[in-house]
């Protein structure tokens, strides 16, 4: 089982930028697939990006694409979401998530406000 902990969202002018963090527990990280999701106050969650096992395929939704980059780090059992340019349509919970072929699992969120 994975365990995933987000970190690094915060209050932040349009404009501005911050590198969000998901720490994932247990041996076999490098094997799951990554994406980060994020929910809107009364909107569904939706796809922000995704990264391959190995870091070499990623996807980002048009709404980001060109604004934020997604990242691993095998080592240290972690991906990451760069997000510049924020905009305050950005303001979201944000939620990593680790996927295989049979499982899909979830953080708890971090919360990104982007003031206009």
């Known amino acids: 089982q994975v365990q995933l902990v987000e970190s690094g969202g915060g209050l932040v002018q349009a404009g501005g930028s911050l590198r969000l963090s998901c720490a994932a527990s247990?041996?076999?990280?490098?094997?799951?697939?990554m994406a980060w999701f994020r929910q809107a106050p009364g909107k569904e969650r939706e796809f922000v990006a995704s990264?391959?096992?190995?870091?070499?395929?990623?996807y980002y939704a048009g709404s980001v694409k060109g604004r934020f980059t997604i990242s691993r780090d095998n080592r240290k059992n972690t991906v990451y979401l760069q997000m510049n340019s924020l905009k305050p349509e950005d303001t979201a919970v944000y939620f990593c998530?680790?996927?295989?072929?049979?499982?899909?699992?979830w953080g708890r969120g971090t919360q990104v406000t982007v003031s206009s």
């Open positions: 998530s680790a996927s295989s072929s049979s499982h899909q699992y």
């Open positions: 247990g041996p076999t990280f490098s094997s799951y697939g």
């Open positions: 990264i391959s096992w190995g870091g070499g395929t990623t």
